[in-house]
């Protein structure tokens, strides 16, 4: 194969055109999108080429990534990087929603481009953001754009609500117990009969801890069991051919997330849905068995959100709730509990870290503005200064730029009739097939670069979002799962003071005996 290199214009009437580069964006990364690309790359040349005031600058393509934030997208922060050196002075994109989805990122960008004097067209919206209404117009199409996958989401919650109201059961993995056939449930004898076992073992007395035990060590034990399990078995209408829909809903603003169902949206209960593997009498008799259980059980055993969470900050031990004769409720240091002399630590009463949290959560709550949006607008820079400064990925880039250069000149000189169609697409493959290698190898070092910031961003912008969506003010510890979503620890030292380390790392510290509106 014939090697291609481009020598540039340096001077003429061809140095003095106006670079302009081309922006697309596939969703996936199937052989078919695969395939496209050449195509594509031949297109927007003849687009380009075909206007005698036009040179091409570049075809940028982000492959397979989501269009929701650029962060995410390689080819697109090159795309910018490459607009701030002046290399690109317009852009070509087929619509807003393929160059964001995003109304405030997407404004931001167009904001960005234009001051340094680059234009950009969307093919889709007719749309020319260098006209002096462009901004207004993308920011209504925009707002479509950023709707779009809601709207998607939303059909098919449309779909399903339609669907549980006839009584038609909702789901795609079938229960433990179960397989699919043809779109019903049907009774899997082999795990039926261990279900079966698991509910008469507990009606004779057994507790869920033996239950997983004795599933471990037996044929059984194939599956990963975990107590867990059991008790969700024990729970679970579905055994007695019943079904709950809905337990969980999907939120409808960006980004999605599966929320547990506590009233926000309705519930269908639907009998005999499909066969039943236990009686419905026993499946009764086991449900008023696990709620006289939970009577019984001790105060001091019982679950809270504190638990798993709370720590001691001297020695790393977990903190145990107890019950005092008289009702008063503390969390004490294990170790401490064990031997005062192994630590420090003393009891902290659960009151106070209610009442710290409560404090806390008003202050983070009331300073999203100052605290975590500029703190996730950091880590988004961040990471895009992590990926622009990265040497290797700038020889990855490099090797980009040379590769497309290639294809470029082999478009123009099939245009030409230099090169056949078959000799073409032959030598076109092959560099696409090049130019997919590095692209992965750079999207692999992107990822490596960004990881740790990467998470935390997304931590603290899910955290921003469940703070928005939160009340300003909590009654307790348990309203809402707010305190699940958002702390991620709760660490107490030797000098009572209360530290809440929250899901994206940020820690906010209080004291055993703050008061209201005291610091």
């Known amino acids: ?107 931001e960008y167009v904001r960005e481009l234009k001051a340094l004097g680059v234009s950009i067209y969307f093919e889709k919206e007719g749309l020319d953001t260098g006209g002096l209404s462009g901004e207004l117009m993308l920011a209504i199409f925009g707002s479509i754009a950023q709707e779009e996958s809601t709207s998607i989401s939303g059909n098919m919650r449309w779909s399903y609500e339609k669907r549980m109201k006839a009584g038609e059961f909702i789901g795609t993995v079938a229960p433990y117990g179960y397989r699919w056939k043809d779109g019903s449930l049907e009774i899997y004898e082999p795990e039926a009969e261990i279900i079966r076992w698991i509910f008469e073992s507990y009606l004779n007395g057994v507790g869920p801890t033996e239950i997983t035990s004795r599933l471990k060590s037996s044929m059984a034990g194939q599956r990963k069991w975990i107590e867990n399990h059991v008790r969700y078995i024990l729970s679970n209408e579905r055994y007695a051919g019943n079904s709950l829909v809905q337990k969980r809903y999907t939120s409808q603003t960006l980004p999605t997330r599966r929320i547990r169902n506590t009233g926000e949206v309705p519930q269908y209960f639907v009998e005999n849905s499909h066969p039943a593997i236990i009686p419905i009498a026993m499946y009764e008799k086991a449900q008023r068995l696990r709620e006289q259980r939970n009577l019984n059980a001790s105060e001091c055993a019982k679950k809270t959100v504190l638990h798993d969470r709370f720590r001691c900050a001297e020695c790393g031990s977990s903190m145990k709730r107890k019950v005092s004769a008289a009702g008063n409720v503390s969390w004490v240091c294990r170790k401490h509990n064990r031997n005062s002399k192994e630590c420090a630590t003393l009891p902290v009463a659960e009151t106070k870290v209610h009442m710290a949290f409560l404090l806390v959560y008003r202050i983070i ?107 300003d003010n909590l009654s307790s510890l348990e309203e809402g799962d707010v305190f699940s979503n958002i702390a991620e620890k709760v660490l107490v030292n030797k000098n009572k003071r209360i530290i809440f380390r929250l899901i994206n790392g940020l820690e906010l510290t209080g004291w055993e005996g703050m008061e209201d509106g005291k610091e």
């Open 365 to 471: 709550k009331s300073n999203l503005d100052s605290i975590l949006i500029p703190m996730a607008n950091q880590l988004r820079l961040l990471g895009e200064r992590a990926i622009l400064q990265n040497e290797d990925i700038n020889a990855l880039n490099a090797q980009i730029l040379k590769l497309t250069d290639q294809l470029h000149a082999a478009s123009k000189l099939h245009s030409m009739n230099f090169l056949d169609t078959e000799s073409y697409y032959e030598k076109a493959n092959v560099m696409n097939a090049q130019l997919d290698e590095v692209q992965k190898k750079r999207q692999q070092l992107v990822k490596g670069i960004t990881k740790d910031d990467g998470e935390a961003l997304e931590k603290t912008e899910r955290l921003i979002e469940t703070l928005k969506a939160a009340p």
């Open 1 to 107: 194969m014939p090697k291609i290199r481009v020598i540039q214009a340096t001077k003429g009437a061809l140095a003095d055109k106006m670079p302009v580069a081309a922006y697309c964006r596939v969703s996936s990364d199937s052989e078919d999108q695969r395939n496209s690309f050449a195509a594509q790359v031949k297109e927007y040349t003849r687009q380009i080429e075909s206007n005698e005031q036009w040179a091409l600058a570049g075809i940028y393509a982000d492959k397979g990534i989501s269009g929701t934030s650029a962060h995410k997208r390689p080819e697109f922060l090159r795309l910018i990087e490459d607009c701030k050196q002046g290399k690109v002075k317009r852009i070509l994109t087929k619509s807003i929603s393929r160059f964001a989805r995003n109304t405030v990122e997407c404004l």
